[in-house]
């Protein structure tokens, strides 16, 4: 397994492109009796690979893309060696997420290898753009066609890096939505000297920033935390120290629980520009909807698979970024997200321990083994 992903780790699949993970993939699952289809949109490609025919469909979900480097210099080893020191093992996307395909990739041969009989349709989809921006490609217009031809995915374990200290310490059973816009606020450009004749949407930025900041946009739940507000680019000037700009642009983000929802955020935030009487364009884009696994039967037997090997059972809750399990939800699916531990994903000198990569394996194999006994 550990050389397995080496072999991965040591591709530059810096999203949108695979750059021949899936070959590999595909050449490992083939040879127990994976069918395995390519399903490609434009400049993104996705490896489907089931195993059996009846039953209950259980996927597990992930990506091989990774995200840039940063600078190469500092990393201690270089990012693509996949180098291991003692029990680490450093590569850009090892936590996030070629670990995880590695593990399961494993544990299902195990698995499979081991079983006399599976009561239920083994599946694994992987894409090469979960981290990119493209429109195209994405998990969720192969979720579409599924849906379309009736086939449901009544069980979904995503490989997200979910743990925080250690491994399998925590599960997420949901995630929260995220809602991005872009705003333009509209002035009149002139000369600094004389204020009477230009109008300074930087100045005007000042009080709106202010009351997104105090906006109290929901309380949350018991699974979700409340929806929070961030800025992540301003942008303004022409570069002359002595003229007004006439526009000002803003990038920003919601990320939302279950409590608010796509319309009311909208709603709310064009009415505090109204409120201020600005002359604004505004551009909305939705990333996913929030979603929560409510039915226990899943979660039941990932926390009892957790326990069965580690001896503690993993904390649930629905924190984090986004994730292409939205893309899932829309079939009420059972979702599960369990992986690698997150300190150290998209950051200079991304890691993982080699052992507990080993204790994610068996309990990747272990709810295996518990759901084919379930069902």
Known sequence: MIEFLQHLLRIKSISPRDMGCFDLIEKELIQHNFKCERINYLNVENLYATYGDGGKLFCFLGHTDVVPSGPENKWKYPPFSATIENDVLYGRGVADMKASVAAFIEAAKEFITSSEDVSFKLAILLTSNEEGTSKDGFIDKI???MIEDSENIDFCLVGEP??????????????????????????K?????????????????GDLISKLNEKIWDDGNDAFDPTSFQISNISAGTG???????????????????????????????????????????????????????????????????????????????????????????????????????????????????????????IYKKILINLNQAL
């Open 189 to 205: 450009q002139g000369h600094i000297a004389y204020p009477e004749k230009v109008i300074n949407p930087i100045l005007q930025s």
């Open 162 to 187: 979910t743990s925080n200290n250690r491994v399998a310490d925590c599960a997420r059973i949901g995630r929260r939505g995220s809602l991005g816009g872009h705003l333009k606020i509209l002035g």
């Open 240 to 362: 002359a120290h002595n003229v007004v700009p006439g526009e000002l642009e803003l990038t920003f983000n919601f990320r939302f629980s279950t409590e608010s929802t796509e319309e009311s955020l909208k709603s709310q935030f064009e009415s505090i520009l109204d409120e201020l009487k600005l002359n604004y364009e505004l551009n909305w884009y939705l990333n996913g909807d929030p979603y929560y696994t409510k039915v226990n039967f899943f979660k039941d037997i990932v926390c009892s698979s957790v326990k069965q090997v580690t001896g503690y059972t993993p904390e649930l809750n629905a924190k984090g970024g986004t994730s292409d399990g939205r893309f899932v939800a829309k079939m009420d699916t059972e979702i599960i997200e369990l992986g690698p531990v997150n300190d150290s994903i998209h950051q200079i000198n991304e890691h993982i321990k080699i052992s507990e990569l080993w204790t994610l394996k068996d």
């Open 143 to 145: 979720i579409e066609k």
